[in-house]
């Protein structure tokens, strides 16, 4: 069982970053693999990013690619998403999620947080 929660997100101007991040509870944290969804207002929920159970391997949609970092601290049993150059179609509800394997799929994750709000103004 895994138990995650989101924080840091807010509202930021076009060109300015953020960084989420997913705070997890349960011992066997570092066996999941992690990833990011997002889900704009009257959209369906979209993959951002996930990384590995390790760390070494993250996977990104194109739309974020240069843009958005994924990393971990397996220590703080935390997962960060550092987003820069925000534009207004960043906003959305970002969700952190746990996986047995990366994956850009949300029906690979079993275990959600219940998300935080980034709204990017123009």
């Known amino acids: 069982q895994v138990q995650l929660v989101e924080s840091g997100g807010g509202l930021v101007q076009a060109g300015g970053s953020l960084r989420l991040s997913c705070a997890a509870a349960g011992r066997t944290f570092r066996s999941y693999a992690m990833g990011w969804f997002r889900q704009a207002l009257g959209k369906e929920r979209e993959f951002v990013a996930a990384?590995?159970?390790?760390?070494?391997?993250?996977y990104y949609a194109d739309s974020v690619k240069g843009r958005f970092t994924i990393s971990r601290d397996i220590a703080k049993n935390t997962v960060y998403l550092q987003m820069n150059s925000l534009k207004p179609e960043d906003t959305a509800v970002y969700y952190c999620a746990a996986a047995y394997s990366a994956s850009n799929y949300e029906n690979a994750y079993d275990y959600w947080g219940q998300g935080t709000q980034v709204t990017v103004s123009s």
């Open positions: 990384i590995s159970y390790s760390g070494g391997r993250t």
